[in-house]
């Protein structure tokens, strides 16, 4: 149901559709992915030609800017979803960049009690400002203070996305019994994780990879009905002339989100 003129949003992944992932239906975590952009050219051109099956139409009430952040969106959709969030429940998001910000804010739509620990006080400020509660393990022991939130029952899901060592430490400490943790970090190194902990607990971790179709769809949805203000994370939109620009941002900046890069002349 595409037409010329339409504004679409990409979802970047093209799966072998042969794998045993692709043959169970796992086309998101296929063996063989194609993240387009990355496994192959994508970005910073004003024409691209992607698969079909990859394009989603938007609303064209929807500003183009905004609809920059439905990518990332999908990823934290997904997160919630494996986590299996009821509402009501205690969250807690370390790290809070742009995907753990918003995990933390669709966390907090579907009714999560959310709390983000976060080094940057930049960061600190803005998931205040998006009304969830913060704490700054420089200077607060997070397990200790949400089992004090929470009458020492700890975290029923714990999303684990500062990829660092002390977040993984972090993760099994502040989780309740039988709480659920989702790994949505990329750790660079193999981080080591206390057993025990999963034992004694029964802790349930998930994995949690990019997203599906429905995941951006739900961020479609979330970012076009203002269910989450993803707008509060754009940084700055550049040109694609001073791209060099941007990544100089990004780099030297500790109040950067997200930078976008104007790739053609078309307007929202």
């Known amino acids: 149901d595409m037409s010329v003129g339409d504004h679409v949003g990409v979802r970047p992944l093209d799966a072998c559709g042969e794998c045993p992932a692709c043959e169970r239906g796992h086309q998101h975590i296929c063996q ?22 990859t394009v989603h ?35 807690l998001v370390i790290g809070g960049g742009p995907i753990g910000m918003l995990v933390a804010m669709v966390a907090k739509h579907h009714g999560g009690n ?17 009304g969830m509660d913060t704490v700054n393990p420089k200077d607060t022991n997070v397990a200790e203070y949400i089992k004090e939130k929470t009458g020492n029952k700890g975290a029923d899901v714990v999303f684990e996305v500062s990829g660092t060592q002390p ?9 309740a019994t039988r709480g659920r ?26 994995g ?19 269910g989450i203000d993803a707008k509060e994370l754009i940084t700055s939109v550049q040109q694609l002339s001073d791209i ?24 929202s």
């Not at 709390?115 to 930049?122: A, P, R």
């Not at 977040?167 to 989780?175: E, I, K, P, Q, R």
């Not at 989702?182 to 971790?205: G, N, R, S, Y």
């Open 244 to 267: 060099g620009d941007a990544f100089a941002e990004l780099a030297g900046s500790p109040t950067a989100m997200k930078t976008l890069i104007q790739c053609s002349t078309l307007n």
């Open 114 to 130: 959310v709390v983000v620990s976060e080094i940057n006080e930049h960061r600190l400020a803005m998931a205040q400002k998006l």
């Open 167 to 175: 977040g993984v430490d972090l993760m099994s400490d502040a989780v």
């Open 57 to 91: 139409k938007l609303p064209k009430s929807l500003p183009l800017d905004h609809a920059a952040l439905i990518e990332p969106a999908a990823v934290a959709c997904h997160d919630i979803r494996r986590s299996r969030l009821q509402q009501g429940e205690d969250v």
């Open 32 to 53: 063989n992915l194609d993240f387009l952009g990355l496994d192959t050219d994508g970005a910073f051109q004003e024409k691209w030609t992607v698969p079909a099956h």
């Open 181 to 206: 943790i989702v790994m949505v970090a990329i750790h660079a190194t193999k981080p080591e994780v206390d057993l025990f902990q999963f034992f004694w607990k029964e802790i349930e971790m998930l």
């Open 208 to 226: 949690a990879r990019v997203y599906e179709p429905q995941d951006y769809d739900d961020a479609i949805a979330l970012v076009a009905n203002g």
